[in-house]
């Protein structure tokens, strides 16, 4: 069945200079159908000569890439996003199969946001400009925005299309040559991404994508001395040693990293739409969003209407396969988070946590995990403290605001909040104290290309999106003249 879903002429190669092809080694690895355990097709895998072919056709692209005037290289960058739309179908059948994202979400997210994200850039790119600074008389100083030259970006494997839009878009605009390495079990979108930059006629050269694994490619990439710079998405393990081992080659970072982030259910919230929110806000793509809210801090004065009502709701939640319209809660993406999850419920049940729904495996073919909750959670308790990265709820109980805001503090992590209250001062109260990239009111996983996103903490650093995005992906020069 899978196999099916690859349209016809699929490229399954890696993308360099241009062209698809076959890695030099002629290695290739199998993508997996985490629905149906099935492989959906043999993938080329990078290695070093490959990493090497994509930097040389990357020097090689650079000095016309970045001088092409704005106007030019934002048509071509708008244009991919138009091609990216063209594919919306595929892309989000794609994505169904390879990372079990249920279709109808990545049609009516994952795709148009993808797509947005190189029009935004597209349109800002035109807005970067430097600036003159008086000194003195005899002085005339003004500052250039430059490119970095060859940056790489390294994504994870939830949201595989919007992270390769999110590293190669704002790259593009900065004049800047890119390698995407997609994470190992989901390049097949990357793979339809390198497409439309063909089709969007992207100078070959100035875009590469590398399937392959992390331990390999990527750990090249991170050494290599002619990357300038990384933007990373993944777990805070990798991050930090991808932190040691660029610093010889002094590269510029950008760190996306885990999230354990708490969502707060004040006593006078709308409480029907707290408790939908907070549903969706740790389930969403079963789980698998760094910025899921994953630790739920009730007011003690409503505390068990929400579990019980929250238990009951998620219960009902039923899981299908992705590629099925109907579908809102898909498998696990592989295997090994699979067990991930399934490892972390044993523990939140061996540790005395109360289980209020799912705590199993779903059905027995694929990797679905029933949604879970657990309620009178200690916040020593693992499924407390670790980012599980699975559809695993813990919820703890409050009574006063700076009790609530130590232990939502509580977290070596600080990606992101979420706060539901109908009292406007007590949210801005919230908002100011939580500390975490970004702060949802009433609402939760808001996404826009204009809204920089990022981590406090070990979440991260750097800013990805808005103008922020696009700076980061800049160098400035100050120029001096003697008048
Ligand atoms: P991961 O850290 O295992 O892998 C991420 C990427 O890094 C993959 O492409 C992988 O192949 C590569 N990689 C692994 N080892 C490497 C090495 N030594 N050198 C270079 N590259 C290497 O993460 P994952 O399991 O793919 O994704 C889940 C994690 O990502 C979670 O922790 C989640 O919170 C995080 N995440 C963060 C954000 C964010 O925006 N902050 C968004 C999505 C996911």
Redesign the pocket.
């Known amino acids: 069945m899978a196999i099916a879903t690859l349209p016809e002429n699929f490229p399954t190669r890696l993308f360099i200079n241009g062209e698809f092809t076959d890695a030099a080694d002629k290695r290739t690895y199998n993508s997996i159908n985490p629905a149906t355990e099935e492989v959906i097709a043999p993938i080329a895998m990078a290695g070093k000569a490959d990493l090497e072919a994509a930097i040389s056709a990357a020097e090689a692209a650079f000095p016309a890439w970045a001088a092409m005037p704005a106007a030019k290289r934002s048509n071509l960058i708008w244009k991919v996003g138009e091609e990216i739309s063209k594919r919306r179908d595929a892309f989000a059948a794609l994505e169904a199969a390879d990372a079990g994202k249920p279709i109808r979400e990545n049609a009516s997210i994952d795709v148009p946001m993808a797509a947005d994200h190189f029009k935004y850039f597209a349109g800002v790119l035109r807005g970067l400009q430097g600036e003159t600074i008086p000194v003195n008389d005899n002085l005339f100083v003004y500052t250039l925005r430059e490119p970095l030259g060859i940056v790489a970006g ?6 595989p299309l919007l ?1 390769a839009a999110r590293k190669i878009a704002p790259a593009l605009a900065a004049g800047n040559c890119v390698i995407l ?5 989901t390049p097949l979108t990357a793979l339809l991404l390198a497409e439309c930059i063909q089709a969007a006629k992207i100078p070959p050269g100035v875009v590469s994508v590398l399937p ?4 390999e490619v ?2 090249q ?2 050494e290599h001395p002619k990357i300038a710079a990384i933007s ?8 930090v ?2 932190v040691r ?1 660029a610093a010889p080659t002094l590269k510029k970072l950008t760190m ?4 354990k982030s708490p969502n707060v259910i004040f006593a006078d919230a709308e409480l029907d739409s707290a408790i939908k929110g907070a549903q969706a806000a740790i389930f969403y793509n079963k789980g ?4 899921a809210g994953s630790r739920l801090f009730v007011e003690d004065k409503v505390h068990d209407e929400v579990v019980e009502k929250l238990g009951s709701r998620t219960a009902k939640l039923a899981g299908g396969n992705p590629l099925d319209d109907e579908t809102r809660y898909g498998p696990q993406n592989n295997a ?2 699979f067990k991930t999850t399934m490892d972390y419920i044993a523990k939140g049940k061996a540790e005395g946590a109360r289980l209020v729904a799912g705590g199993e495996r779903m059905g027995d073919k694929g990797y679905f995990v029933k949604p879970t909750v657990f309620a009178d959670v200690k916040p020593e308790m693992a499924i407390a403290r670790e ?1 599980i ?1 699975g559809p695993v709820l813990a919820v703890q109980k409050f009574s006063e605001f700076d009790e609530l805001m130590a232990k939502a503090n509580g977290s070596e992590y600080g ?1 992101a909040a979420g706060v539901w209250t109908r009292d406007v001062s007590k949210a801005h109260r919230y908002a100011k104290a939580i500390k975490a990239g970004a702060v949802w009111v009433n609402c939760y996983n808001w996404y826009d290309s204009a809204v920089p ?3 406090y903490k070990q ?2 650093y750097g800013r ?1 999106m808005g103008l922020q995005g696009l700076m980061a992906m800049t160098q400035q020069k100050s120029v001096w003249v003697q008048l």
């Open positions: 390294i994504t994870p494997w939830n949201f992270m390495k997609p994470a190992n079990p392959g694994k992390g331990s990527g750990q990439i991170v990373f998405t993944g777990s805070t393990g990798v991050g040693k991808m081992d996306e990293l885990g999230g698998e969003v760094c910025t090994e988070q980012e990265f990606l996103y990022g981590g979440s991260g990805e």
